[in-house]
């Protein structure tokens, strides 16, 4: 059961210690767990009732929220900026529905995921082939992404040189990217002037933003925006750009190169551009460089070994394991 609290008046009246376990839940997220809408926060919050900890539900940034965190309570933080503490854990949906992060230090390019190291020599290759058989085939047959997609094509595109998959954190600080969407779409524009270079605009990204992108292709004979599915895209492209938008981790499902140009926790299984320079060298080299590249045995390390899955049975105890392993309890 989930206590909301409203006032911190309500805050002072928690026990002290970590028997309470205080979510803070930010902008929709609030309404969202309240509704009980995500199996991650009832099943979890049922594992915690079940080990006696009291779990309490407050709006992220409110005044309570903000007295809360300076107690020494478990701190669920979901939807919020990141932060890191003795008794801080951020829960966030991954790339993947289905799949959550459940992380000490926030969730995306921000995770601690992007100080962990993948080993292809570790791979259960069994386990990971089906697994990745599993989640990639039921993606592209059902056209699923983390945001709603156009019906797939039933003819294929043309071949492209690359897709570039624009997004909206340009603007953001602290800075995250190395590239701006207009580099990345005129460096892989003039890498190959006789081949399509498909740009994407971010379903959420503003008008203006937009028409920004549209001006910019309307100055490269051989850019074609284009609001076709993820899917089809990266099947049509050679190479996948992105900053750190989670298409370019959906296209690892389908074995492509892709080239992050800002900070990622999924870097290990991609190119990384830090210059104009860098991305045109990627573009020459990419695909050589990434033959060999384990992509099913890194969808299977990133999702099933370091996410929560809570539609399976170990969710509860995988979750707890953690929360145990944050607040060094026995």
């Known amino acids: ?190 890498h190959d002037p006789t081949s399509f270079v498909y740009v994407k605009p971010h379903p959420l990204q503003s008008k203006q933003a937009r028409l920004r992108v549209m001006d910019i292709a309307a100055t490269l004979p051989n850019v074609k925006v284009i609001d076709a599915s993820v899917h089809d895209l990266i099947k049509a492209s050679a190479m996948v750009i992105t900053q750190n938008s989670s298409t370019g981790f959906e296209a690892l499902m389908q074995r492509k190169p892709v080239a992050t140009c800002a900070k990622s926790d999924y870097w290990h299984a991609t190119l990384t551009p830090r210059t104009t320079d860098d991305l045109s060298a990627a573009l020459t080299h990419g695909a050589e460089t990434m033959r060999d590249f384990d992509y099913a045995g890194y969808f299977h390390w990133f999702l099933a070994r370091n996410c929560l899955e809570p539609a399976k049975d170990d969710f509860a105890a995988r979750a707890w394991a953690r929360i145990r392993d944050k607040l060094m309890l026995n």
Not at 42 to 52: F, H, T, W
Not at 83 to 96: D, K, Q, R, V
Not at 128 to 151: C, H, I, R
Not at 157 to 176: D, K, N
Request: charged share 15%; hydrophobic share 45%; with cysteine.
């Open 1 to 190: 059961m989930i206590e909301h609290l409203t006032s911190p008046l309500a805050a002072r009246n928690i026990p002290a210690g970590l028997k309470s376990v205080v979510i803070h839940a930010y902008g929709s997220w609030f309404d969202a767990i309240t509704r009980s809408k995500h199996d991650f926060f009832v099943k979890l919050s049922a594992q915690l009732d079940a080990r006696a900890m009291r779990v309490h539900l407050v709006e992220g940034n409110s005044r309570t929220s903000q007295t809360l965190l300076q107690s020494p309570h478990l701190h669920i933080i979901v939807g919020g900026p990141a932060m890191f503490g003795p008794t801080i854990l951020h829960a966030h949906p991954s790339y993947i529905w289905g799949f959550w992060y459940l992380d000490e230090l926030g969730f995306g390019w921000e995770s601690s995921l992007r100080f962990a190291a993948f080993s292809a020599a570790d791979v259960d290759r069994e386990q990971a082939d089906y697994f990745n058989n599993g989640v990639s085939s039921y993606m592209l047959t059902q056209n699923v992404s983390k945001l709603w997609q156009e019906p797939r094509l039933a003819a294929p595109l043309a071949p492209a040189s690359a897709v570039v998959f624009c997004q909206g954190i340009e603007h953001r600080t602290p800075r995250r990217h190395y590239l701006t969407t207009e580099q990345m779409i005129r460096t892989a524009s003039a």
